[in-house]
């Protein structure tokens, strides 16, 4: 069995791996709500724009000044499209860096295992000699 020095070494290097992880699980959750938010803004900004586009309807609109309403939701749209691949590209980097930082707890529970199992059976040693 490995020595306790060598394992706390191991631990200490998994709980950095695993701050690291957590540090950047986080940038990732974060990006992914600042891109949701920006989604929710686009799709609220278009609604807002949709009703002013009805409202000139009923109120009478140039058919120039309808073209470029009629090309601005055309914009609109594509932004939105644009940003939900955004938003879907920054859920599937969240899920990524969360597997990551599951992965090195793993590692770090599992030296934190083995070296409490090496303390009790250090332990258990001194009793037997006691």
């Known amino acids: 069995m490995a020595n306790r020095s060598a394992l706390e070494t191991l631990i200490e290097l998994a709980q950095r791996d695993s701050d690291d992880a957590a540090k950047r699980l986080g940038a990732a959750l974060k990006a992914a709500d600042e891109a949701e938010q920006k989604l929710q803004m686009l799709l609220g900004y278009r609604e807002d724009y949709a009703l002013k ?5 009923v109120n009478g609109i140039t ?3 309808y073209r470029n309403f009629v090309a601005f939701m055309g914009k609109l749209d594509n932004a939105i499209n644009g940003q939900r691949e955004i938003v879907q590209r920054a859920h599937q980097h969240s899920a990524q860096h969360k ?12 030296y934190r295992t083995l070296n409490d199992r090496a303390a009790a059976e250090a332990l258990r040693l001194e009793n037997k000699r006691d």
């Open 99 to 110: 597997a990551a930082w599951q992965e090195t707890e793993r590692k770090r529970l599992s």
């Open 53 to 57: 586009l009805d409202a000139a309807q």
């Open 63 to 65: 058919p120039m000044a």
